[in-house]
């Protein structure tokens, strides 16, 4: 906040009085000092020295790019962080364009520093990447349906994220760490309502597309940014989702119920998070959230909107935090932005799978749940799901009675609830995670069984976590933590 009073107090951040100018590679190295730091990012120059002080992770850090192109350390990081509105009074201008060292006389091209041209970057990945998919069209009276051809084998429907909003047509296809889009501007309107169809065992994926009037199209028609192109995953994809219900589930925790616009298809893969954004005094504020599944939200309420247009969300609300307050003030039928689907973990994890252990704290829950709901549906070697479950007080317990009831429902499930400040009342364990929490509750069901253990929750609680695990002889490929 302090942060942006700043950028609003009219004060001249980059000390050239408004002016844009074009930046040289030159210049840019000259710039390399704490109290004089410019960066790149994107192909955008920004004079960071005065938000050295408020970088959440240190001076350093910001000092890592000084005087340099930055545009990979920040991908690297934070690639999630809205950097254009949380700096743009920093922006000092754009790098100049440079003609590339040509690999021979044919190929005199143009590089601008921390972009290359879109030709170049397929290009490249045609080379290093997975091969590049292809698309074509087809219409009848009142279909349009565009099939992409991913050459691909592993690709299900949350592979494929879908939007048409203001004219835009966009579709994107995560093919490892690359996109493939399909990005157009269409000729002709249609209906909100759209859906896709994937034939996972050659990778063909359907989009179909409701014609508003039953004409014929020439065309379906013209090429926007990035069209038929494969890309590193690079920046994130937002759309706009209305607040539909918002629900008390411990003092400080609500169940937030958002709906996906009627023309997006958007489905977030389990152990992923996606980013929320709101506008907050004039600037985009984004933060991460770990959707939830409906299965234990059954326990809660019937009947249960059981549709992928809804995603659910545990948040804590923080009463100093940044974010939170704001995303609580929302009333129903407000807009909260909701980008494309992050995270690393990989449902191959589960392969063959005899014994799942989940260490939670706090909203640390989050992605346990749809980890739970997955495996104990879909994993037949599955032998033992256990969770154990710190928090601060007994009234801090996320959804409490329904662990409880699965676990008296389904025999291979048990939940422990471990509170750091309990009150007299409580009989059950107690403490932080420890040796001697632990080491009883990691037994295997059987002796060699194959094990995963997902641990999240505050960074100091994991990063203990993960040492003690260590300490216990489970390997890293037995260990999954979810980190910031
Ligand atoms: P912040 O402004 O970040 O503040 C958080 C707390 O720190 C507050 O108590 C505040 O008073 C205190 N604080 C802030 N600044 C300072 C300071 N300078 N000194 C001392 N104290 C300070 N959260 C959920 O509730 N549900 C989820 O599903 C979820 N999923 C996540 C997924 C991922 C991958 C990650 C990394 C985090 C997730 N989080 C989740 C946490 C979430 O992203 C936010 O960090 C959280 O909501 C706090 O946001 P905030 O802006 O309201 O609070
Ligand atoms: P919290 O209520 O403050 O803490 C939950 C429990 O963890 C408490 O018992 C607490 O003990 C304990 N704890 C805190 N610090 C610890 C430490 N250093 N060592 C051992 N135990 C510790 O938690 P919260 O406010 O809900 O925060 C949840 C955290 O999870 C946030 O940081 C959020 O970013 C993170 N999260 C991450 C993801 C992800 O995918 N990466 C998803 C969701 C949430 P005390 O109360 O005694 O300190």
């Given at each position: ?21 074009e ?82 006389y ?31 069209w ?37 093919i ?9 501007g ?22 179909v597309?409701?014609?508003k ?48 616009p ?7 893969p ?36 059981l ?37 690393n ?31 104990l ?9 256990k ?14 009675s ?6 008296f ?69 037995e ?6």
């Amino acid at each position: 906040m302090d942060w942006i009073r700043l950028t609003k107090s009219g004060k001249d951040l980059t000390g050239l009085k408004g002016r844009l100018i074009e930046v040289t590679e030159e210049e840019l190295k000259k710039h390399n000092k704490k109290d004089d730091c410019w960066i790149c990012i994107r192909g955008l120059v920004y004079n960071v020295s005065p938000y050295m002080e408020y970088h959440p992770g240190g001076e350093d850090e910001l000092m890592k790019a000084a005087g340099s192109d930055g545009t990979d350390l920040f991908d690297q990081v934070h690639r999630w962080v809205n950097y254009e509105s949380m700096l743009k009074e920093c922006l000092v201008g754009r790098m100049a364009i440079k003609p590339a060292v040509p690999k021979d006389y044919r190929e005199e091209k143009k590089v601008v520093n921390g972009m290359l041209p879109k030709s170049q970057v397929t290009d490249a990945l045609a080379k290093e990447g997975p091969r590049s998919p292809s698309y074509d069209w087809f219409q009848t009276d009142s279909l349009v349906t565009i099939v992409i051809y991913t050459k691909q084998k592993d690709i299900n429907l949350d592979s494929v994220i879908v939007d048409h909003q203001d004219d835009s047509f966009r579709a994107e296809i995560i093919i490892k760490d690359y996109s493939y889009i399909i990005h157009l501007g269409l000729s002709h309107e249609i209906q909100e309502d759209l859906s896709v169809r994937v034939v996972e065992n050659v990778g063909k994926i359907e989009i179909v597309l409701k014609k508003k009037e039953n004409t014929s199209w020439k065309r379906l028609g013209h090429p926007l940014e990035n069209h038929d192109s494969l890309v590193p995953k690079k920046g994130l994809h937002y759309r706009k989702c209305q607040l539909i219900s918002k629900e008390g589930v411990t003092h400080d925790t609500k169940l937030f119920c958002l709906m996906l616009p009627p023309s997006t298809h958007l489905q977030v893969p389990i152990g992923q998070h996606v980013y929320l954004k709101l506008p907050i005094t004039g600037t985009e504020i984004v933060k991460p959230y770990t959707p939830v599944s409906d299965f234990l939200l059954s326990e809660v309420k019937e009947p249960v909107i059981l549709n992928n247009k809804y995603i659910y969300f545990l948040i804590k609300i923080y009463p100093a935090g940044l974010f939170t307050p704001e995303l609580d003030h929302l009333q129903i039928g407000d807009f909260v932005s909701v980008s494309n689907p992050e995270g690393n973990f990989k449902i191959s994890q589960f392969q063959e799978l005899e014994d799942l252990i989940l260490l939670a704290a706090g909203t640390g829950f989050t992605p346990m749940v749809k980890i739970l709901t997955y495996a104990l549906t879909n994993i037949p070697s599955l032998r033992k799901v256990k969770l154990m479950f710190f928090n601060k007080t007994e009234d801090d317990i996320i959804w409490r009675s329904q662990l409880e009831k699965l676990a008296f429902k389904d025999k291979r499930f048990d939940v422990e609830f471990v509170v750091s400040a309990p009150t007299s009342e409580w009989n059950g364990k107690r403490g932080h995670i420890s040796p001697a929490l632990l080491s009883e509750f990691l037994k295997r069901s059987l002796d060699k069984s194959k094990v995963l253990v997902c641990i999240c929750g505050p960074t100091p609680f994991t990063e203990q976590g993960i040492r003690l695990l260590h300490d216990l002889n489970f390997s890293k490929d037995e260990i999954h933590s979810f980190t910031a």
